[in-house]
């Protein structure tokens, strides 16, 4: 029988196949299968702080592309598993290799410094001996969410969850009557704490099936998070929030790795897409080296008094938009200042965490494979859209994000900065109409067909172009499950002010145009419950309750706050990524006012 060997490692060292394969005590290599599984590089001080979010994704997509087709061809073999990474990523990694494959957990002993599979008990007279936790016998209804506490290298204090999870409705402690970092020296016993789990997760299937959430706390050796992840069905537990530990810092406890139900259901890319992510990525380059950089030349010929100067085709016209031009508007800088000059895009790397990265010091882009993959196949299916100009203006926007001169969005400050949407949202909305009118100007200088049919229709078409290159970041091949208030309010802002244009009588003037941009809309939508996930906080989009829908503006100094007709496809536009059903519901609500 073959054996699957994984090595997964993130802390501190690397874990060779040579030690693998000295653990296994199996000579022959045809029957070994070694696979190099690194899932990042942190010592353990850093625990705490790693972006869980962005290691859980780049995860999904090692396991699809390297291990999924070694299971799925080996589908007798036995998983040998060689863990050293922090709980949530192993329990991530458990639940994704799922209970198809028998496994041996293998831990590196602490002392002997050695994988072993089995090794002595702690102490002569030790006594493994699990406290079971008291399940309820009868169903309990209601909503609210599950507290778990396994602890066997240390009992897991409950006030110390408490500070991250202040009232569940129930909470269940799996715990030894003698915790001890050696506790789970055999395999017999990793399987006992496993099996005192999946009686935790049979009761919440059976018994609590109300309840929304299932929040985990893990003190145990590197191996046991990995079996307890295979016990995992998406299906059936839908949510399971992970938590790292750090005994220096309050709360004790934060949010890792939600594992939820579409992280298991995105599609990998085929060899197909990742050629023609391959080819888009090749011709956005040669735009950026041969059009935009002639562009900005062209830009930084002459002196401007400002950023909409230089984007006006005559100082008449200029002067007609100069009303509207207020602070912050007015200090903008002009794309010459922005680092689009001396960039490049990096053309062998393709998997790119978060869809995309700028580095500094090389003047790179990188492009993921992904995202570039999902941008084609959303644009090619919507004849308004360019995929060229959607090259175009992704690059517009993020440069004014990261130029000095721009938003000073480095990494050091983009890192987390999810949690500040209020601040975000502003930026994102200056960084996209900056980006449309820089647009504007490149196409007045390289495709004047564009402009042909009038600005309302040059600008409407922009706009649908830059919100299907939105969609292209969340778009994983499945219908979502929640969105995040800010990312649901900058597709509202965007969608209102396309309906704005829209409306623009005849085919629209630059004045027009820049008085509706410059005007930054304020919508809200609510009524549906929401989700606090790694401090950032979520719409679920799998209900219906119309009656508590609402949306809110404030317009022309005055508060509007009903619920149009159409309200049900704000929700379902955003659950099927789709911009026409919200674009439905704005209309409804912009004829009421």
Known sequence: MKTVVIAHYGIDR????????????IKESPEIEFVDFEAGHAKLSELYDL??????????????????????????????????????????????????????????????????????MPYDGYKFEIIQPSLPKEIQKGKGDVTVRIGTSFNIDPQATYEVIVNPANEFDISLITPHVDSLFSQANIQAVAESFQEVLNTYANKLTDREQIHLFIAGSSGLPFALGTRINPTIYPYVQTYQFSRDHTPKYREAILISREINDRTPLTEEDKEQAHKLREAWETQLQNKIKPFIKLITGRKWNDWVHSICESDEEYNSLSLYLKKPWSDVINIGLTTLKDDKIDLNQNNIEDGFEYIEKTNSWLLDDGFLSCVKKRLEKNKNTDIMQAGRLFLFHEALHYSSDGHKLTREVANGIGQFPKVIEEADYQADV?????????????????????????????????AETMWSFMDTGIELSAVQIR?????????????????????????????????????????????????????????????RMQISAFIRNRVYRFAPNEIQNIVDGFRQLNGEKIKIALKSYQVSL
């Open 487 to 547: 990312g649901m309010n900058r597709f509202l802002n965007w969608y209102w002010q396309w309906i704005l244009i829209e409306n623009i009588k005849g085919k629209g003037t630059l004045a027009d145009i820049v008085q509706i941009l410059l005007d930054k809309p304020i919508i809200e939508f609510a009524g549906v419950p929401l989700d606090l996930r790694g401090y950032r906080t979520y719409f679920k989009l799998n209900i219906r309750q119309q009656s």
């Open 51 to 120: 972006p869980f979010e962005n290691i859980a994704l780049a995860q999904q997509r090692k396991f699809a592309e390297i291990l999924k087709p070694v299971l799925d061809s080996n589908p007798d073999a036995h998983v040998a598993y060689f863990g050293l990474t922090p709980i949530p990523v192993a329990f991530h990694l458990g639940y994704l290799v799922g209970n198809t494959h028998t496994y041996t957990i293998y831990q590196l002993h602490h002392k002997q410094n050695k994988w072993l599979a089995e090794t002595a």
């Open 14 to 25: 690397k874990i060779t196949s040579d030690e693998c394969v000295e653990a296994l005590g």
């Open 434 to 466: 900056w980006a449309l009118l820089t647009e504007y100007k490149y196409c007045c200088v390289y495709e004047t067909d564009k402009l042909k049919n009038g600005l309302k229709e040059f600008f409407c078409n922009a706009i649908e172009t830059a």
